[in-house]
């Protein structure tokens, strides 16, 4: 199937490890150009080598703070200045800060909001009017499955995925008129830092598949996720084949979580 990717113009916000890595290498293949943007230097640097490895493309690497609009304006405007427009943006950022609720102070909330919900924020309204005056574009917001299944001491991260969802539906509305589509993604247990390190924390004596099979993690497929396993999906979702998929949110966790 052509996905139709050839020369689009993507940015990935949160590219230089895990998921946003993977979908740096998955739209790179498909021949796209590639955008990363994440906080620190080094890990943008090695995933730039790792990406023109592994497809021959050379991408753009800019280091930014997601939470602040001016950043997301620069980081934009130097992807366009780069590539001569934008035509995809994938909002992905946040690691997994979850607590039960008295223990979580007024930083925590502002700080998770903003990363996670005005980050996603921040880029749109920046990558927007360069997508309407392509003709159209596709955005995919990369949220949680607990958005939409919250369960005990999840917070701040399942409100602010929560929110991400809504924003999604929201945007969807809005921005169908131009040809523009946003559509989210809701993560379970795909393989990340975070978990490896859970891993080698309770686990250590048990191989990463023994770890990610254990029953204990409770989910059907009987297994974690992979980062590519997520990509592929997303990848979908921005390209051609998805032209009249908008407004939704897939679940990418292995039938773990109880809702649609």
Known sequence: MDLKLTGKRALITGGSKGIGLAMALSLAAEGAEVTIVARTAEPLQE??????????????????????????????????????????????????????????AADDWDADLGLKLLGAVHFARAAVPHMKEAGGGAIVNVTAIKGK???????????SRAAGLALTKAMSKDLAKYNIRVNAV??????SAQLEAKWQRLAPHLTWEEFSADPAHD?????????????????????GAASYVTGTAVNIDGGS???L
């Open 47 to 104: 995933a730039a080598k790792l990406i023109l490895t592994r497809t021959g493309k050379k991408v753009l690497t800019i280091q930014a703070d997601v939470s602040s609009e001016a950043d997301a304006r620069r980081a934009v405007q130097q992807s366009v200045e780069r590539f001569g427009g934008i035509d995809v943006l994938i909002n992905n950022v946040g690691t997994s800060f979850a607590k039960p609720f008295e223990d979580i």
């Open 149 to 159: 299944a919250p369960t005990a001491s999840s917070l701040p991260t399942s409100v």
């Open 186 to 191: 809701c993560i379970g247990m795909i393989r």
């Open 219 to 239: 989910i059907p497929l009987g297994r974690i996720g992979d980062a590519h396993e997520a990509s592929n999906v997303i990848t979908f979702l921005v390209s």
């Open 257 to 259: 979580a109880a809702v």
